[in-house]
């Protein structure tokens, strides 16, 4: 069955990554290793068909191997490494709505186990839910099927999910007065503010949460204080920045929220290894070399 998936997905992506023509649908296919990447997360499930993924939070870290699946439940800062390759995934981005309904229909919001059981968890797919979402990614092959049948198989697919052990997490997601959905909100503001100061005791009077009880929640939840989230968000856009030559290390530094340059040239070196300037040299030497078809160790 993994075959099947891992088959259709090969049909239809561009790229290590592309979105498709079915709603919410994202298609990933990396052939070759590559370095270890930083991506905001949004709220999704990943079904890996093939290969082998490591995505770490903070101090939080969890793998999704063949025919596992990865929820990821709450907006978050992560590094993903492919630890075996290829890798082949579909990507579903949750719709709050859809999945808030579904949970109406069943009678089950706000019954399962609260966020700080993790942003994120890994489980095992079952046989139906393989079956499903390799339907979903199939309506790619006919596109006349995509508008009559889209909807209804991602409804089938949240069905399984809340079927699977990954139920009691996705039973918090409804909009209730929780700290499920607090820590939530409050992940979106800082990824909306993250370039401004970040007063702790503000986000949570906002929240209705003490401050001990935010930092608690929220490293639950991120494996990381509201802090040090801000920080990641802060140094993953200025390494992408970086990398593109947007402007120097001084300029971007100053764009994505740091009064001092020299704190940020600190914490940037204690991230990644390498100051501003030569971290970015050496990822675009490899992204060039990527692009040449040539591989070695930079």
């Not at 593109?244 to 204690?270: C, K």
Request: neutral net charge.
């Amino acid at each position: 069955m993994l075959d099947r998936l891992a088959a259709a997905i090969d049909r239809h992506c561009v790229g290590p990554g592309s979105d498709t023509a079915v709603p919410r649908l994202l298609l990933v296919a990396v052939e070759e290793p590559i370095e270890p990447t930083d991506l905001l997360y949004e709220p999704m499930i990943c079904f890996v068909a093939s290969g082998t993924k490591r995505a770490t939070a903070g101090e939080a870290s969890q793998v999704a191997r063949p025919g596992e699946m990865l929820l990821t439940t709450i907006d978050l800062p992560v590094t993903i490494e492919l630890e075996h390759v290829p890798y082949q995934s579909a990507v579903m981005r949750f719709d709050d709505q859809a999945l808030t309904e579904m949970l109406v229909e069943l009678g089950e919001t706000g019954q399962g186990a609260p966020l700080s059981a993790g942003g994120q968890v890994s489980a095992p797919m079952t046989p139906e839910l393989v079956d499903a979402v390799t339907r979903w990614v199939q309506l790619l092959d006919t596109p006349e099927d995509i508008r009559p049948l889209a909807t209804r198989i991602e409804s089938e697919i949240l069905y399984r999910l809340l079927r699977s052990s990954l139920g009691p997490v996705l039973r918090q997601w409804s909009p209730t007065d929780s700290a499920t959905t607090r820590v939530r909100e409050v992940a979106r503001w800082i990824c909306a503010h993250y370039t401004e100061p970040l007063s702790i005791d503000a986000i949570a009077a906002a929240a209705h949460m003490s401050p001990a009880g935010l930092h608690r929640h929220f490293k639950a939840a991120t494996g990381m204080s509201p802090l040090r989230y801000q920080k990641h968000l802060r140094l993953q856009e200025a390494r992408r920045r970086l990398v593109a030559g947007d402007a120097t290390a001084a300029q971007i530094a100053q764009a994505v929220g740091y009064v001092s340059a020299t704190q940020f040239n600190r914490e940037y070196r204690s991230t990644y290894g390498l100051p501003p300037g030569q971290d970015a040299a050496r990822l675009r030497t490899r992204l060039t070399l990527s692009r040449t078809g040539t591989t070695r160790r930079a």
